[in-house]
């Protein structure tokens, strides 16, 4: 067990090193951020200055390890835009995009596995071909316009709910979230719906398919010569032995959804850190840029590593190997 | 034998599919009394095992059970539906599958399946259901089974997890047991430990079983009557003894030479020639009569039943003669020249 831990922190320690020289190459490559910094007026000696205040006069490679250096200490830099520290930048705008996030994952799986179930266990009937082609529209058709409808009919047309935007926020465990108010939720049941929806189309389709499998098997046939109820088959038998790819499915799509709600909070005007992260594209501002997209790859190497240790507690047979 | 506790009568299963509707059972006739071992035997594909899941009504579309009586104790189990049919699956009847790997799942450890089984009849507490389960697995002669509950199906061997299923079978103790082939995956020396402890049951408990297979050594050590399926019909029901003695039907006296067993090594070994047709598309008559050694003029048309002493019958217009004497090597010879 300590034997993966290491394995797996390893791993991780390669993943950010190899990821942070890709991104502060491809930065490097788009042009130097002092003509998107300054005024264009401004005189030679100024911009001189700059250049050499931020080390943008240094080699790549120079910048490279002073910056990793840094890194090292704690210290992802300053954002060339806010004068802010990175990291406090990125963690003001994380809980919106956390809550966001957690609540369109689980609006997809409340319904998806529920609905892929029912789709599985009756795949012939009416309700669940119908099923079916909802979940096809719900990956086919682009995020952006469902979200645009999504207003269009219910803040809009309706007027049931708010347009765009975040509620009050008030501190949980140190974090300033919106979900604890009806305010708060009113706020977030549109984008995270929109959020939610490609997700559940994968959910019900990933769901329905284990449970056509299952339903087929032997143990299930036996279980059902035991006389057991037919929600005794399917909460006892179906269920767990469809979880594992449901199980890797789910952590994939929370962290995409984590780092890359640009869209939705784009469409819903939600102070995430997508929209951070496509702020700072825009004006070259390369810390955050460069801790933004660390800070995604220690969010997928986290979830990846639960996602492992949840394997074992689904199926013996993988704990059984990981031991050995 | 004493009032039957299970009597199949003219039972017939189908499957729709694209060529058509395929009698997969077609009229099958037979009974099991208290504490005996019926043998259902018959070839791949001959219908004996959809006629045990027929029988606890496990046939799932596109097949249906398109007539016939099913008697438990009296009551038609054809004609109960949802929770009547469940409240009698595992607990006045019940079966054991094939191949042992499959029908344990996986995932989830002896106690939780067996405890589950428990609680499906009966009201007790998860407590009082695991004490059932852990003394059914003695039952079956399962070593320690205190801890082979807590274990997951792959930490056991093949034979044990068929001990499992045939504990797990007997926790409600059932009127009735439909075996599917439930040694065929399995070594001989387990097999044969198994076939003891089954016999062993059915003298104890009183249990009947239905043992599907299509392994005629099995039959001759276990059963007490047997019962020949081809292509969805039974040809020959009878003592088991008298039936491998002298069969009546010319496809059970094949199926008798082709035991190696029998035979001297290096000697060639006898063969029904040819192969179980397509249920799809039957002969007219007699389904056997393309490779039957004895086939006449009569044969296209349906064969009638045939009785003959001790209650035997034969689904043939040419039985074989028991005074015609040694069958076996007389048809031996006969197929082996045919082939």
Same mark, same amino acid.
């Given at each position: 067990?300590?034997?993966?831990?290491?394995?797996?922190?390893?791993?991780?320690?390669?993943?950010?090193?190899?990821?942070?020289?890709?991104?502060?190459?491809? $930065?490097?490559?788009?042009?130097?951020?002092?003509?998107?910094?300054?005024?264009?007026?401004?005189?030679?000696?100024?911009?001189?200055?700059?250049?050499?205040?931020?080390?943008?006069?240094?080699?790549?490679?120079?910048?490279?390890?002073?910056?990793?250096?840094?890194?090292?200490?704690?210290?992802?830099?300053?954002?060339?835009?806010?004068?802010?520290?990175?990291?406090?930048?990125?963690?003001?705008?994380?809980?919106?995009?956390?809550?966001?996030?957690?609540?369109?994952?689980?609006?997809?799986?409340?319904?998806?596995?529920?609905?892929?179930?029912?789709?599985?266990?009756?795949?012939?009937?009416?309700? @669940?071909?119908?099923?079916?082609?909802?979940?096809?529209?719900?990956?086919?058709?682009?995020?952006?316009?469902?979200?645009?409808?999504?207003?269009?009919?219910?803040?809009?047309?309706? &007027?049931?709910? /708010?347009?765009?935007?975040?509620?009050?926020?008030?501190?949980?465990?140190?974090?300033?979230?919106?979900?604890?108010?009806?305010?708060?939720?009113?706020?977030?049941?549109?984008?995270?719906?929109?959020?939610?929806?490609?997700?559940?189309?994968?959910? #019900?389709?990933?769901?329905?398919?284990?449970?056509?499998?299952?339903?087929? *098997?032997?143990?299930?046939?036996?279980?059902?010569?035991?006389?057991?109820?037919?929600?005794?088959?399917?909460?006892?038998?179906?269920?767990?032995?469809?979880?594992? /790819?449901?199980?890797?499915?789910?952590?994939?799509?929370?962290?995409?959804?984590?780092?890359?709600?640009?869209?939705?909070?784009?469409?819903?005007?939600?102070?995430?850190?997508?929209?951070?992260?496509?702020? @700072?594209?825009?004006?070259?501002?390369?810390? $955050?840029?460069?801790?933004?997209?660390?800070?995604?790859?220690?969010?997928?190497?986290?979830?990846?590593?639960?996602?492992?240790?949840?394997?074992?507690?689904?199926?013996?047979?993988?704990?059984?190997?990981?031991?050995? | 034998?004493?009032?039957?506790?299970?009597?199949?009568?003219?039972?017939?299963?189908?499957?729709?599919?694209?060529?058509?509707?395929?009698?997969?059972?077609?009229?099958?006739?037979?009974?099991?009394?208290?504490?005996?071992?019926?043998?259902?035997?018959?070839?791949?594909?001959? &219908?004996?095992?959809?006629?045990?899941?027929?029988?606890?009504?496990?046939?799932?579309? /596109?097949?249906?059970?398109?007539?016939?009586?099913?008697?438990?104790?009296?009551?038609?189990?054809?004609?109960?539906?949802?929770?009547?049919?469940?409240?009698?699956?595992?607990?006045?009847?019940?079966?054991?599958?094939?191949?042992?790997?499959?029908?344990?799942?996986?995932?989830?450890?002896?106690?939780?399946?067996?405890?589950?089984?428990?609680?499906?009849?009966?009201?007790?507490?998860?407590?009082?259901?695991?004490?059932?389960?852990?003394?059914?697995?003695?039952?079956?002669?399962?070593?320690?089974?205190?801890?082979?509950?807590? @274990?997951?199906?792959?930490?056991?061997?093949?034979?044990?997890?068929?001990?499992?299923?045939?504990?797990?079978?007997?926790?409600?103790?059932? !009127?009735?047991?439909?075996?599917?082939?439930?040694?065929? !995956?399995?070594?001989?020396? #387990?097999?044969?430990?198994?076939?003891?402890?089954?016999?062993?049951?059915?003298?104890?408990?009183?249990?009947?079983?239905?043992?599907?297979?299509?392994?005629?050594? $099995?039959?001759?050590?276990?059963?007490?009557?047997?019962?020949?399926?081809?292509?969805?019909?039974?040809?020959?029901?009878? /003592?088991?003894?008298?039936?491998? !003695?002298?069969?009546?039907?010319?496809?059970? !006296?094949?199926?008798?030479?082709?035991?190696?067993?029998?035979?001297?090594?290096?000697?060639?070994?006898?063969?029904?020639? &040819? *192969?179980?047709?397509?249920?799809?598309?039957?002969?007219?008559?007699?389904?056997?009569?393309?490779?039957?050694?004895?086939?006449?003029?009569?044969?296209?048309?349906?064969?009638?039943?045939?009785?003959?002493?001790?209650?035997?019958?034969?689904?043939?217009?040419?039985?074989?003669?028991?005074?015609?004497?040694?069958?076996?090597?007389?048809?031996?010879?006969?197929?082996?020249?045919?082939?």
């Amino acid at each position: 067990m300590i034997g993966f831990f290491i394995q797996r922190i390893l791993q991780a320690i390669l993943v950010i090193v190899a990821m942070s020289v890709i991104v502060f190459v491809g $930065v490097y490559a788009i042009g130097n951020p002092i003509d998107v910094m300054i005024d264009p007026a401004s005189d030679q000696a100024l911009r001189a200055a700059l250049i050499q205040r931020y080390g943008f006069d240094k080699s790549l490679v120079e910048q490279y390890f002073i910056f990793m250096g840094n890194m090292l200490r704690g210290d992802l830099g300053e954002s060339f835009i806010y004068r802010l520290p990175v990291m406090g930048l990125i963690f003001s705008r994380l809980p919106a995009t956390l809550e966001l996030a957690i609540s369109a994952m689980l609006i997809a799986t409340l319904l998806g596995i529920p609905l892929g179930l029912w789709a599985g266990y009756k795949p012939d009937a009416i309700s @669940s071909k119908f099923i079916m082609g909802l979940s096809v529209l719900g990956f086919s058709v682009p995020t952006f316009w469902v979200g645009l409808l999504l207003i269009m009919a219910f803040a809009v047309e309706l &007027g049931w709910l /708010p347009s765009g935007g975040r509620g009050p926020v008030t501190d949980i465990f140190g974090m300033k979230l919106s979900i604890d108010s009806m305010e708060g939720l009113s706020y977030i049941i549109l984008p995270a719906f929109n959020l939610a929806l490609f997700k559940l189309g994968l959910l #019900i389709r990933l769901t329905r398919s284990g449970t056509v499998e299952v339903m087929s *098997s032997d143990y299930v046939r036996f279980a059902r010569a035991q006389g057991l109820s037919e929600g005794k088959v399917v909460g006892l038998h179906v269920l767990k032995n469809i979880s594992i /790819p449901i199980v890797t499915i789910f952590g994939l799509e929370l962290g995409s959804t984590l780092a890359f709600a640009v869209v939705t909070e784009t469409v819903f005007n939600w102070p995430g850190m997508g929209k951070l992260i496509i702020d @700072s594209i825009t004006v070259l501002d390369r810390p $955050v840029m460069v801790a933004y997209l660390i800070l995604v790859v220690f969010l997928f190497v986290l979830i990846n590593l639960v996602v492992d240790l949840i394997y074992g507690q689904l199926d013996p047979r993988i704990r059984v190997k990981a031991a050995s | 034998m004493s009032e039957p506790v299970l009597r199949v009568t003219d039972l017939r299963t189908e499957f729709k599919v694209r060529a058509g509707v395929v009698k997969a059972v077609d009229g099958v006739t037979f009974e099991v009394g208290r504490g005996r071992i019926l043998g259902l035997v018959g070839e791949s594909g001959s &219908g004996k095992s959809v006629t045990g899941y027929s029988i606890l009504g496990l046939i799932e579309l /596109p097949g249906r059970i398109a007539g016939g009586e099913v008697l438990l104790n009296g009551v038609d189990l054809t004609k109960l539906k949802g929770e009547q049919i469940r409240r009698v699956r595992g607990a006045q009847i019940a079966m054991v599958f094939q191949d042992p790997m499959m029908t344990l799942n996986p995932v989830l450890k002896i106690s939780t399946q067996m405890i589950a089984a428990v609680r499906a009849h009966s009201n007790v507490s998860r407590k009082a259901a695991r004490l059932r389960a852990r003394d059914a697995l003695a039952t079956v002669g399962i070593p320690s089974p205190e801890e082979r509950l807590d @274990s997951y199906p792959h930490q056991l061997s093949g034979g044990m997890r068929q001990r499992v299923a045939i504990a797990i079978a007997l926790l409600h103790k059932p !009127a009735v047991i439909i075996a599917d082939e439930p040694t065929t !995956a399995l070594d001989v020396s #387990i097999q044969g430990q198994i076939l003891a402890e089954v016999r062993r049951l059915a003298d104890d408990t009183g249990t009947a079983f239905v043992w599907v297979t299509h392994d005629l050594a $099995v039959v001759s050590s276990l059963a007490d009557d047997i019962c020949v399926m081809y292509a969805g019909r039974v040809v020959e029901t009878g /003592p088991a003894a008298d039936v491998i !003695a002298s069969p009546r039907h010319p496809y059970t !006296a094949g199926l008798l030479a082709s035991v190696p067993a029998e035979h001297e090594p290096g000697e060639r070994l006898p063969q029904v020639p &040819g *192969s179980a047709p397509s249920l799809a598309d039957l002969p007219p008559g007699c389904a056997f009569a393309p490779r039957c050694f004895k086939a006449g003029p009569a044969c296209n048309t349906t064969p009638p039943v045939q009785h003959f002493e001790d209650g035997r019958t034969a689904l043939c217009h040419y039985p074989i003669e028991p005074d015609s004497c040694q069958p076996l090597s007389s048809t031996s010879t006969t197929y082996q020249s045919a082939s």
